[in-house]
């Protein structure tokens, strides 16, 4: 079993910057690869972006290119979403998610493990 602890989430206006982290144990966190969701009001749980075990493939979703950046940190079993230039379209409730190996880093399927999430609100 692997234990995902979201925080850093809360309210930002349009423009302005988060930084939100997720702390995972139980299992060998260097392992798996980890992906950040959200899920915004009346809307499907959709991909942000993800990172590999080793950080060889990184995706994002289109919509937060060249915003938003994914990183991790092995040793400290972390993976942090650093979002800037946030617009109200970002408000949703975000999700860190991990699955061991080599996964599809886009699909929500892939994911065996989650947490439970927090909120991020940029007002306009």
């Known amino acids: 079993q692997v234990q995902l602890v979201e925080s850093g989430g809360g309210l930002v206006q349009a423009g302005g910057s988060l930084r939100l982290s997720c702390a995972a144990s139980?299992?060998?966190?260097?392992?798996?690869?980890m992906g950040w969701f959200r899920q915004a009001p009346g809307k499907e749980r959709e991909i942000v972006a993800a990172?590999?075990?080793?950080?060889?493939?990184?995706y994002y979703a289109d919509s937060v290119k060249g915003r938003f950046t994914i990183s991790r940190d092995n040793a400290k079993n972390t993976v942090s979403l650093q979002m800037n230039s946030l617009k109200p379209e970002d408000t949703a409730v975000y999700y860190c998610?991990?699955?061991?190996?080599?996964?599809?880093?886009?699909?929500?399927?892939?994911?065996?493990?989650w947490g439970q999430g927090t909120q991020v609100t940029v007002s306009s």
């Open positions: 990172i590999s075990w080793s950080a060889g493939r990184i």
């Open positions: 998610a991990a699955d061991y190996g080599r996964i599809n880093l886009a699909a929500e399927k892939s994911y065996t493990y």
């Open positions: 139980g299992r060998t966190f260097n392992n798996y690869a």
